[in-house]
């Protein structure tokens, strides 16, 4: 025994990609203004959250509750589902939409089966297929409209695909999926026999066009997990409450990898959800969102740029002369405003010059980057 190398580390570690925070908190200094990461700072927590999140603890909610949530907060967040949910066997709590993911891939992908993402692609899809040894198989949406080619998205599935994952409003893009898009993934769901993966974690911001959920195709009904966050609707983020809705042989597949994974979320946090339903759907919310939306593209539309107004979500992608990094990094040193370069959206990036803005911050935040942005005009 020697003791001069490190312990080995198993590929499934090794293969997860650095998350986009740390790629980019290097950059901010005190005076920086962050659009890169989607860290809310708008809309404020609900008063009356953690008024009863406090209560709970005080009430004594400290110890393990059911694995797979309590009660009252399933019943809560199922009935948030315009199909009917039944919180018994259909919704779990998990450790945000990033655990809800994770467990799902992992239920479902054996090492080298594949999943079928759309590119650009929210980044932690990757690391939840890694994590399952998967391989991801890339089906590009171009803007302006953001949509898919059919026959690309046909020829991506074959007997390897696992499971397919939709995004919708689509993190960075905003894009709303519509109903004809849903159905052709739908119908190569079926064809191929996988489930359908929905992250439906914004919701709660589709300020063009109609939110589609997949819960609503009832020939997806026995096939379709649905994964929601209260991160973004609640700024909530550091709470981890996320959960995922799937049918019951589903549920109980994925709720045997969530326990393993996690034995369940933190008790007093549920149970403030279910103690505040009523502040669950607030259309305030949506409408200040879609504010800071224009705001922000106008602030770069008059940079030049062109920008793909997002019909949800909290996020958009804006053509850019030259590389996206390049165009980042000037921008940070001339503004102190920091957006992610499109690059890091992409497993090709080549001839993609695009950055991404994160618009969920407080009014006063991306006033203050407007001005600065409108100085840079003059
Ligand atoms: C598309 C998408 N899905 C899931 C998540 C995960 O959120 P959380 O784990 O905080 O619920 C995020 C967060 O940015 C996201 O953008």
Redesign the pocket.
Known sequence: MTGDSNPRIASRATAIPYGLGKSLRATAGPDSIDLAI?LPGYPEPPARLIDAAVERLRAGDHQYEETCGSLPARTALAAEFAVPTDPGTELTVTN????A?TVALLTFVEPGDEVVVFEPF?T?FLSAIALAGGVPRFVRIRPPGWGFDPAELAAAFNDKTRAVIV?TPH?PTGHVFTREEFTAVGKLCLRWNVPLIS?E??TRYVFDGTMVSATEFAELADRCVT?G?L??SHAI?GW???YFRAPEALTTAIRRVHEAVTGGTATPLQNALAHTAADLADPDRGRLMRKLRDESVGAFESLGLTCFTPAGGCYFLAEVPGSGREYADRLFARTGVIVAPGELFYDDPTGVSQIRVAYNKTPATIAEACARLAGLRG
């Open positions: 989607g945000g939409g990033t655990e993911l929210y932690n995004n993190n992250d974690v914004y994964i966050s991160s973004k983020s981890r409450l996320g």
